[in-house]
């Protein structure tokens, strides 16, 4: 019974086997792939040491395959014709797009403003398939199976890779009905004073806002009767002028706009700025570099 080699052959040695049989000699290999004759002979060595089997008979006019050469002249060929398709193949999903591609975000920003560009994207990239989970609470890419986070807040994980896709800010507002019939806060302070309309939203603290000043950051304990960990009931209820909510400026831009929501502090804001959160090199990855670089395109009018 014929035994099996220890150890797989590298492409490399069979390549240069295939050449030498192919020029007929060491010395024409060598010329074929600018290489000296004794890097030739070294790898031929190397892969009959590997094969357990001399492959050529060497004279010093030609050589000759043996009967292992001429079964090892048969596999190389079909080795390493499947080995460029297979290299072919990995360029190709390393520049083109295709496959499926993993993507979570937060419940109102992924429904709103993810959903609509990752449709785009789809009609963009036919072979590209996309599924688009949405959360209110933490993910952990990895245990999860997702190629692609988007969120919003600066508390990024620090075993993954990141790229800022537009920059945003929270701000503390609230309706002109309830400024009126409460008052505006002028101070910090005042929040004490005032229904603060709670969010759980992932895993921001809960009760706690953070916000930013020329000063520096300060965190205020705040609260009131209602709260939520849904950033949409918590703007319906500000709407409803039951109190103050911490926002995203793209989230409240257009009320604040249309006057049914007045901004408040405005030396005081929190930094929370649009993700994408990734495991893997954009390099890497077509799908994700191309999806990644398209909603940073789809997104950048939400910078502030």
Sequence with gaps: MTSLPEAAPLATDLRVFL?????????GAALELDQSPAYISKRIKILESTLGTRLLHRS????ALTDAGLRTQHWAERI???????????????????????VCSSLGFGRNHVAPAIAELAA???????RLDVFD????????????????????????????????????????????????PMSLEDLGQHDCLVLKERNSPFGLWRLESAEGEHTVPVNGTLS???????????????????RSWWDVQPLLAQGRLVQVLHGYSQGAD?????????????????????LEARLKHLAV
């Excluded at 050449?19 to 010395?27: E, P």
């Excluded at 890419?141 to 994980?157: K, Q, S, T, W, Y």
């Design 137 to 184: 609470r933490v993910v952990d890419i990895v245990a999860e199976g997702f190629d692609l986070e988007i969120r919003v807040g600066n508390d990024l994980p620090g075993q993954h890779m990141s790229r800022r896709l537009a920059s945003n800010r929270r701000v503390v507002c609230a309706t002109p009905e309830y400024l009126e019939r409460c008052g505006t």
């Design 228 to 246: 939520s960990n849904s950033g949409e009931i918590v703007l319906q209820w500000a709407l409803a002028h039951r109190g103050l909510l911490l």
């Design 60 to 63: 010093a006019r030609h050589i």
């Design 80 to 102: 390493l014709e499947q080995f460029d398709d297979f290299m072919s193949d990995l360029s190709q999903v390393r520049k083109a797009p295709r496959g499926l591609l993993h």
């Design 124 to 130: 963009t990239y036919p072979d590209l398939e996309v």
């Design 19 to 27: 050449t030498v049989i192919r020029m007929g000699s060491f010395a």
């Design 274 to 294: 649009i993700w994408a959160v990734y495991p893997t090199r954009l390099a890497d990855s077509a799908k994700l570099r191309v999806c990644v670089e398209f």
